[in-house]
């Protein structure tokens, strides 16, 4: 089975840092999609301990571990741009 970006509103660019759309002005998730959808022009592989929001929190999965360069299966981004 081959791995592929879905279509939906983490990976369009009309999604807004704040999770809002902004063609229908509503709040939308990773589970929405519509017939507006636009692929973000450039997807960004800069996933790392340095780049989640758990680095150096007290949820983080791996304190004793995270490090530049690593990654783990809890990553979360710190922000989201669109």
């Not at 929190?57 to 360069?69: I, T, Y």
Request: glycine fraction near 6%.
């Amino acid at each position: 089975m081959a791995i592929r970006l879905g279509s939906n509103c983490v990976n369009c660019e009309n999604l807004m840092s704040d999770q809002m759309c902004k063609v229908h002005g509503v709040k939308v998730g990773n589970h929405y999609t519509c017939d507006n959808f636009n692929m973000k022009a450039e997807l960004s592989d800069d996933r790392d301990c340095t780049t989640c929001i758990r680095f150096e929190q007290e949820d983080c999965a791996n304190p004793g571990k995270a490090a530049s360069g690593m990654m783990c299966s809890v990553w979360a981004p710190q922000s989201i741009s669109a």
